[in-house]
């Protein structure tokens, strides 16, 4: 089912492991190009190509694309009392989660009188997406809305696809986000959703955002690409991926089954184990054929696991197993070894990493506290997953009296005329005229 990759006699470059990791075979540039008629749609014609799209690509005609707060409070009424309770206490660990990651004021004193002040300010709106296809997301609502809501979001507004059996946003998306206090919700999905997100939609109320955060498609993806610059995005996040790094000690049971939980996702999931024992990539290898074989969505989890974007890579030391891993930059990073913190502090590209084997990642989707809305796609080697961080702006405040402004008067002036700006000297200067 899984391929094999052996790279055990390779001299691991750079080049050759961006060259050799699986990837899925997605192109996103192909895809801004089918988004972007889409979204000036969306920009020109608002409620009318809302509609327009929900009919081609949901099936659904004559919905209402603002849902209202009574359905909201009913879908929380009417959620089971055990799915209600894991909501409560996901809101919960990730609140804690999120809270820490909200970054004091910092003020320095250069001299007398001299002082600046770092402070973080949070954006005024966000549109957070919650992706509707093969499953349902709740989870991503929680994700998305208590980040921005530890950050200090005032105004937040949610998207979610329209559903045929309903005409509305999927019940359950519907309850979280009642949970969390969120009434501004939308029946609107993929490029459409992220187009009425920037530009604002005056006929349902839409007014446009700041910030655009969630999961979703490679269109979704694509549309975030597009608007990014006319509002914000966290990021371009794609299709799931984990990569296992194991060693002989690992159970292949666990290690398969982290690798089928996270193929279960979509066809285009990617699946990937490294490992320097030969032995635990074949028993991994029948393990995961024999627990693919009898899970719920077996046809899918086949694709992925069978798809260009998964495999199981055999190297031969743990400094292979790093140079993969960080070439990589998994979404999720699992570490099931004998010394998993001595290898946890050589490894520098990852969005989420999960130290021991009682850390799988399905842990991280839910109820570790942690935010599951990560870079995908080699992207964690410069971008971070979502966070309160996501949604909060860096402000200096530079405050400085007479006393402390004359002392540096000076230099600013050599350092304004050497630059051949002399009004910046003279504006200083100013202060002092007459003197």
């Keep these: 089912m899984l391929r094999v990759e052996d ?40 409620e009318q190509a809302l509609r ?85 997301y709740p989870s991503s609502v929680v994700m998305n809305a208590v980040a921005a809501q530890q950050a200090g979001v005032k105004s937040i507004a949610l998207a979610s696809p329209v559903q045929q059996e309903t005409g509305s946003v999927h019940p359950v998306i519907l309850a979280a986000a009642g949970l969390l206090g969120i009434t501004e919700v939308y029946a609107m999905g993929g490029a ?48 799931t991926e984990i990569m296992v790094l194991a060693d002989a000690g690992a159970d292949p049971q666990l290690v398969a089954a982290d690798l089928v939980s996270q193929a279960e996702h979509d066809e285009a999931a990617a699946a990937v184990l490294v490992t320097d024992s030969e032995q635990l990539a074949e028993a991994v290898l029948e393990s995961v054929q024999r627990i693919a074989a009898v899970t719920e969505h077996a046809e899918r989890v086949e694709k992925a696991l069978t798809g260009p974007q998964s495999a199981i890579i055999l190297v031969k030391d743990t400094d292979q197993l790093v140079a993969v891993a960080n070439a990589y930059a998994a979404e999720h990073l699992e570490l099931q070894v004998s010394n998993p913190a001595e290898l946890l502090e050589r490894i520098d590209n990852a969005g989420a990493i999960f130290v021991g084997a009682n850390s799988p990642v399905s842990l991280g989707d839910y109820l570790a506290g942690s935010n599951h809305v990560l870079p995908t796609g080699g992207t964690a080697r410069f971008a971070s ?40 000297a003279a504006a200083a200067a100013a202060r002092f005229e007459g003197e």
């Design 192 to 239: 459409g959703a992220i187009a009425a997100f920037a530009h604002g939609v005056p006929e349902i109320g839409l007014q446009s955002v700041d910030v655009v955060t969630g999961p979703g498609n490679i269109f979704v993806a694509a549309a975030k690409r597009v608007v990014n610059g006319i509002v914000g995005i966290d990021s371009e996040a794609g299709t």
């Design 7 to 46: 790279l055990r006699n390779s001299d691991l470059s750079t080049r050759l492991l961006l060259s050799t990791v699986p990837r899925a075979s997605l192109d996103t540039a192909k895809a801004v190009e089918l988004v972007k008629p889409l979204i000036s749609d969306v920009a020109e014609h608002g």
């Design 52 to 136: 327009a799209q929900a009919a081609r690509f949901d099936g659904v005609t004559g919905h209402n694309i603002r849902v209202s707060e009574g359905e909201i409070e009913r879908s929380v009424s009417e959620l089971a009392p055990a799915l209600r309770d894991a909501l409560q206490q996901m809101i919960a660990r990730v609140r804690s989660g999120s809270a820490a990651q909200v970054p004091e004021s910092q003020t320095t004193e250069l001299a007398n009188g001299a002082r600046i002040v770092q402070r973080w300010r949070p954006v005024n709106r966000v549109g957070l997406y919650v992706p509707g296809g093969k499953a349902v």
């Design 385 to 424: 997953g979502l966070g309160a961080y996501t949604f909060l702006r860096a402000q200096q405040v530079i405050e400085y009296s007479r006393e402390a402004l004359a002392e540096v008067l000076q230099p600013l002036r050599v350092i304004a005329e050497a630059e051949g700006l002399p009004a910046h």
